[in-house]
């Protein structure tokens, strides 16, 4: 008998949904293009305090910039959004309980 029938393959680096390019697919694209909405009001408000075009066009590319930049998947398939998303789901998960000294030696 053949031992290669008995052996399970696992394929490594799959992905399961098509990709733009490396990291950044359909899902990536959506959240790129919320966090350039807040870049681009952000930016409209910059103009209107400052009148400053120049001011205004740095920030709506450092918005998309930005934008793409976090939501790109790294090696690990985990983006910095993910990542911040990770840490506020584990500190909302943990629960505080504080000492209360209690004398030890007391009967009730």
Same mark, same amino acid.
């Given at each position: 008998?053949?031992?290669?029938?008995?052996?399970?393959?696992?394929?490594?680096? /799959?992905?399961?949904?098509?990709?733009?390019? @490396? *990291?950044?697919?359909?899902?990536?694209? =959506?959240?790129? %293009?919320? +966090?350039?909405?807040?870049?681009?009001? /952000?930016?409209?408000?910059?103009?209107?305090? @400052? *009148?400053?075009?120049?001011?205004?066009? =740095?920030?709506? %590319?450092? +918005?998309?910039?930005?934008?793409?930049?976090?939501?790109?998947?790294?090696?690990?398939?985990?983006?910095?959004?993910?990542?911040?998303?990770?840490?506020?789901?584990?500190?909302?998960?943990?629960?505080?309980?504080?000492?209360?000294?209690?004398?030890?030696?007391?009967?009730?």
């Amino acid at each position: 008998m053949d031992n290669d029938t008995n052996t399970l393959y696992i394929p490594m680096g /799959v992905k399961t949904e098509n990709e733009f390019f @490396s *990291g950044f697919g359909k899902k990536e694209l =959506i959240q790129a %293009l919320i +966090g350039t909405m807040f870049g681009g009001i /952000v930016s409209v408000i910059i103009f209107i305090v @400052s *009148g400053n075009v120049a001011y205004t066009m =740095i920030g709506v %590319l450092s +918005g998309i910039a930005g934008s793409v930049m976090m939501t790109t998947k790294d090696q690990y398939n985990m983006s910095v959004v993910t990542q911040v998303a990770n840490l506020v789901r584990f500190s909302r998960s943990q629960k505080h309980y504080p000492y209360v000294y209690g004398n030890e030696w007391e009967v009730y």
